[in-house]
């Protein structure tokens, strides 16, 4: 699922997006790997299926609205991103 232009749009203007380097790793949870889920240092994770991503490679604006996965708040207040039909809490993706 990739962010609308909209969405990208207001992301950018909030986070001063400029396309620097961010170290990415293969997410986590539970001790299982997420296949083709990256998560940067700044919270942001990626879902890129079949693209293998280097741990500081940057990102244009264009990949960057591709394969981020948009964010929301779950009933108890703490952001979760979808991920194969499976609600998953960001901080223990980062974590």
């Not at 394969?67 to 991920?83: D, H, Q, R």
Request: aromatic share 8%.
């Amino acid at each position: 699922m990739a962010l609308n232009t909209d969405t990208f749009k207001s992301l950018q203007n909030e986070f001063q997006f400029k396309g620097t380097t961010e170290h990415w790793r293969g997410a986590i949870l539970h001790r299982e790997k997420l296949p083709d889920i990256y998560v940067g240092i700044s919270g942001t994770i990626l879902h890129t299926p079949g693209i293998a991503i280097n741990p500081s490679r940057n990102l244009t604006a264009e990949e960057y609205s591709k394969y981020a996965l948009p964010t929301k708040l779950s009933p108890s207040c703490l952001l979760e991103v979808v991920i194969n039909n499976r609600h998953l809490q960001v901080h223990r993706i980062v974590a």
